[in-house]
């Protein structure tokens, strides 16, 4: 029973060894790369002085000079609150006849 099972194994070891394949070599890169250009960057031939903030800020303009009841009939014309109906339509529109 014993050289059964032995002889079963190494036929199982020399199939599997006759069954792998070399190993494969890695790929290669075929990528051929672009020429590098010399580009010349052109420096100052002085370094430009640091950024500074000389400049004054703006006066502030001066609030507008309209009066309070024409800031009320504008801000009233602007949500339709002066808008008026014709006396027809109103009286038309209110009868129950």
């Known amino acids: 029973m014993r050289k059964i099972a032995l ?5 199982a070891f020399a199939l599997s060894a006759c069954g792998k394949q070399e190993e494969e070599a890695p790929a290669t890169n075929n990528m051929v790369e672009p020429p590098v250009e010399n580009v ?41 609150m002066t808008a008026r109906l014709d006396s027809q339509s109103s009286e038309g529109s209110n009868s129950t006849d």
């Open 7 to 11: 002889a079963a194994l190494a036929g």
């Open 40 to 80: 010349i960057i052109e420096e100052p031939e002085a370094p430009l002085p640091p950024p500074s903030n000389n400049s004054a800020a703006p006066e502030p303009a001066p609030p507008p000079t309209i009066s309070e009841l024409q800031q009320i009939q504008d801000d009233a014309e602007a949500t339709g």
